[in-house]
């Protein structure tokens, strides 16, 4: 079946820029949490051919080219290479010979995720962007999201407290720590 979705010029380009946009959010936010070597070198295999021609053929500006291809194929080749190649997407962790189904991911990639998840919600919604938007779309995904239960409670208290007191005043990397270790030690795998 032909594809509806084809590579063009200005699309390379306006994929070159949601990537760019979305690592410099991501940077600011990883400033903010201590880990400023993570912003630096997050998602830098979007470049890669496998990922970025993917990412182009299949672009529009409101969300990632990865649901359109997933609609189109069934999978995505630049989602497969892309959480195989990055700790901060809990996916990578997954190892389905393993008995913990699943893992929880060590602090520094859980800021990480975190600044991500919300850098994505501030680039694809750009001005329309509010502090309760990234709360609302978790309640929306959440349960089709496989991920550890702790770390889904973590997140709920995470984004509510962004959904009430701003970004800014929520990412500090002490208190955040201290609630990661709350809901991490006192877990059932
Ligand atoms: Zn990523």
């Not at 997407?89 to 389905?96: P, R, S």
């Not at 699943?102 to 990480?112: G, H, M, N, R, V």
């Not at 929306?140 to 995470?158: P, S, V």
Request: net charge positive.
């Amino acid at each position: 079946m032909k594809s509806k979705y084809k590579i063009t010029f200005t699309n390379f380009f306006k994929h070159l820029h949601t990537i760019n946009k979305h690592r410099f959010k991501v940077f600011i936010l990883c400033t903010k949490v201590g880990i400023p070597i993570h912003g630096l070198i997050h998602d830098l295999s979007k470049y890669s051919p496998i990922e970025f021609l993917e990412g182009v053929k299949y672009f529009q500006g409101n969300y990632s080219p990865i649901v359109n291809c997933k609609k189109e194929n069934g999978y995505s080749l630049a989602w497969i290479h892309h959480k195989n190649h990055n700790k901060h997407h809990y996916e990578y962790w997954y190892d389905y010979e393993s008995k913990i189904e699943t893992p929880i991911i060590p602090f520094k990639y859980f800021l990480e995720m975190l600044c991500d998840t919300l850098a994505a919600g501030q680039t694809y919604q750009g001005k329309k962007w509010t502090k309760e938007y990234q709360l609302t779309y978790w309640n929306e995904t959440k349960d089709k999201t496989k991920m550890n239960k702790n770390m889904k409670k973590l997140l709920d208290n995470i984004y509510k407290d962004i959904s009430i007191n701003g970004v800014n005043k929520v990412l500090n990397r002490k208190k955040l720590k201290i609630l990661y270790n709350k809901y991490m030690n006192n877990i059932c795998l």
